[in-house]
């Protein structure tokens, strides 16, 4: 999915991140909390997000804030991931510069030895975020470009569904 962010000052940064869950309340991706988008979220956790199934012609976006999840859940999504992944969230200071392609893997060896024949524990930095949505539109494309767009708002424990002019 597409991550749309902004700094506390609303300069606003897009990415793609891997969706790793969707409930009732809302889609959670976890990352360096240290990274741009991390840092971004803190100072402004408003934040939209984006999917596009190009082949249907469909599209969903979400706008929402975002909150940290509990600890104990990135604990249990983390120890699913690759060992290689693990070892790469403690080399990598995601989005700070690097002088070298060289560095990252003197990184990365300094943390595969430090956890050789034992479990990769999640870094203290590492973590999921949940997208609380408060509204989310369904675009679907048609012709001449009189595609249907429904947006669903957010109030209380309900939803208000409108229809959106293409």
């Known amino acids: 999915m597409a991550l749309a962010t902004a700094t506390a000052g609303a300069a ?3 990415r793609f991140v891997l969706m790793r869950g969707v409930d009732e309340r809302g889609f959670v991706f976890h990352t360096n909390e240290r ?6 979220m803190v100072a402004n ?9 190009w082949t249907l012609e469909r599209q969903v976006r979400v706008e929402g804030r975002a909150v940290a999840v509990d600890p104990g859940e990135s ?6 991931r690759p060992r ?13 510069p690097l002088r070298s392609r060289a560095d990252l893997d003197e990184n990365l060896a300094a943390a595969t030895a430090r956890f050789s024949g034992r479990d990769v524990s999640r ?9 609380e949505p408060s509204a989310v ?3 679907q494309g048609r012709p001449d470009r009189l595609h249907d767009r429904l947006r669903y708002d957010r109030k209380g424990t309900t939803w208000e569904i409108e229809r959106l002019s293409p």
């Not at 990274?35 to 971004?40: D, H, L, P, T």
């Not at 956790?45 to 199934?53: D, E, G, Q």
Request: hydrophobic fraction near 45%; charge should be neutral; proline fraction near 8%.
């Open 12 to 14: 606003p940064s897009v």
């Open 35 to 40: 990274s741009r988008k991390g840092v971004e």
């Open 45 to 53: 956790p408003f934040v939209s997000l984006a999917f596009r199934w």
């Open 75 to 80: 604990d249990t999504y983390f120890a699913t």
């Open 84 to 96: 290689g992944a693990q070892l790469g969230a403690w080399a990598s200071a995601q989005s700070e």
């Open 123 to 131: 870094p203290p930095w590492w973590g999921g975020f949940r997208v």
């Open 137 to 139: 539109e369904f675009w």
